[in-house]
């Protein structure tokens, strides 16, 4: 089945920076039709969307919380979506998800990487 590996999580100074990467293997269907999305979830509350990616790598689009200091990229080759992270704030803290989605059908995630930023 369709299996999802984040990684590049960790521990940041506020201003600093962090790139997440998502790995994706299982594919029964070329990974250049999967939209990619990034989300995060801190506890007690709902995950929330972050940045997503269109299938060419063309189209994306941020949270308003993101916009100017996350930027979402993928290869197509390496089957892989990344999420380069700049200027990180405390409040970015949270566990950072990829998914991915196939056309109209449910997305499927990925077990998530810890982003904490703490002085």
């Known amino acids: 089945q369709v299996q999802l590996a984040e990684s590049g999580g960790g521990l940041v100074q506020p201003g600093g920076s962090l790139k997440l990467s998502c790995v994706v293997s299982g594919l029964t269907r070329p990974f250049s039709a999967f939209l990619m999305r990034w989300y995060r979830q801190t506890p007690g509350n709902e995950r929330e969307w972050v940045a997503r990616?269109?299938?060419?790598?063309?189209?994306?689009n941020y949270a308003d919380s993101v916009k100017g200091r996350f930027t979402i990229s993928r290869d197509n080759v390496k089957k892989a979506v990344y999420l380069q992270m700049d200027n990180l704030k405390p409040e970015d803290t949270a566990v950072y998800y990829c998914t991915a989605q196939y056309g109209g059908s449910y997305e499927v995630w990925g077990q998530g990487t810890q982003v904490t930023v703490s002085s």
């Open positions: 990616i269109d299938t060419t790598g063309v189209r994306r």
